[in-house]
């Protein structure tokens, strides 16, 4: 995992500040890597190995999975 993620390298200023934000790389790092990257010892992707895919997925299979962020309602303008 160091290998693909600076966020786990050491001695680097890539890492997450907040803890949802590394949650989320790591989550979109692990999907990557077991339904879309083909390994070459498998000739296929973990999850197709594991029958729980029948297709390599691509990035925008992988995009369209986030939830879109929902817009907050701003508060009311106050004058100083």
Same mark, same amino acid.
């Given at each position: 995992? &160091?290998? #693909?993620? &600076? $966020?786990?390298?050491?001695?680097?200023?890539?890492? =997450?500040?907040?803890?949802? /934000? #590394?949650?989320?790389?790591? =989550?979109?790092?692990?999907?990557?890597? /077991?339904?879309?990257? !083909?390994?070459?010892?498998? &000739?296929?992707?973990?999850?197709?190995?594991?029958?729980?895919?029948? #297709?390599?997925? =691509?990035?925008?299979? !992988?995009? $369209?999975?986030?939830?879109?962020?929902?817009?907050?309602? &701003?508060? =009311?303008?106050?004058?100083?």
């Amino acid at each position: 995992m &160091r290998m #693909h993620m &600076r $966020r786990f390298t050491r001695l680097t200023n890539g890492f =997450s500040k907040k803890v949802d /934000n #590394h949650m989320n790389a790591v =989550s979109l790092h692990f999907m990557y890597y /077991n339904f879309a990257k !083909i390994h070459k010892t498998l &000739r296929v992707t973990p999850a197709m190995e594991a029958g729980i895919s029948d #297709h390599v997925w =691509s990035i925008e299979e !992988i995009v $369209r999975l986030v939830p879109e962020p929902v817009a907050k309602k &701003r508060g =009311s303008y106050k004058k100083k």
